[in-house]
């Protein structure tokens, strides 16, 4: 990874702008979400998404993703998501470029931190208000091709809207990583209550 064998010099530089710097923008981020994103321009092609989100207002949320969740980590892409009441405001083809989010497992919001069953509850909490919302993200650095730069065009990304798409290895192997089940996850959030999805988001899987 390019940060790694930093000279002296630039550990230093590093260490001293960290201490009298003022990273305000960043300092909003206050909440961590993972999931995973899909090609829409090839939807066999997934990546894991690390996103570190921030609230711009009520009704827009914007996330910087990662390629993995600790230091140094690469920064892939960004997806900003907005309430419905924002996602009817825009023309017909400025919508085809959003994505749902669906109840399911798949997305999560680890904390190691506090126990399962009292995270869980927090959790669904966030998720009420996440699946309601619509994202748009592109992504910058196609690391799952093994590109050691960010190279040629951003990618529009999407997200899985059923089972029958999800990449279930790796979602597996996610899981084991973090200690959860996206099955359970699935059913601790079947009565959350959820709009019917616009006609006009996840065009890719209507194709």
């Not at 910087?64 to 998501?81: C, F, H, N």
């Not at 699946?131 to 650095?141: A, E, N, Q, V």
């Not at 200690?179 to 996850?185: A, Q, Y």
Request: charged share 30%.
């Amino acid at each position: 990874m390019a940060s790694e064998g930093l000279t002296t010099k630039d550990k230093v530089l590093e260490t001293g702008t960290s201490l009298t710097q003022n990273f305000e923008p960043i300092k909003g981020i206050c909440a961590y979400l993972n999931a995973f994103h899909v090609y829409t321009s090839d939807t066999s092609r997934s990546v894991e998404a690390h996103h570190y989100c921030s609230h711009l207002s009520p009704d827009v949320r914007q996330c910087l993703i990662y390629d993995q969740p600790t230091s140094p980590a690469r920064l892939i892409g960004v997806e900003y998501m907005i309430t419905r009441k924002l996602y009817e405001k825009l023309d017909a083809e400025e919508r085809k470029l959003w994505h749902s989010h669906v109840k399911s497992g798949m997305l999560i919001i680890p904390n190691a931190n506090v126990p399962a069953v009292i995270w869980d509850k927090a959790e669904i909490a966030e998720l009420e208000e996440v699946i309601g919302l619509y994202g748009k993200t592109y992504h910058f650095w196609q690391t799952d091709r093994g590109d050691e730069l960010p190279l040629g065009k951003p990618e529009l990304m999407g997200s899985f809207i059923s089972d029958e798409q999800a990449p279930w290895e790796r979602i597996k192997e996610r899981d084991e990583r973090f200690g959860v089940s996206t099955e359970e996850k699935k059913k601790q959030r079947s009565e959350i209550v959820t709009e019917e999805i616009h006609e006009d988001a996840d065009q890719w899987w209507k194709k």
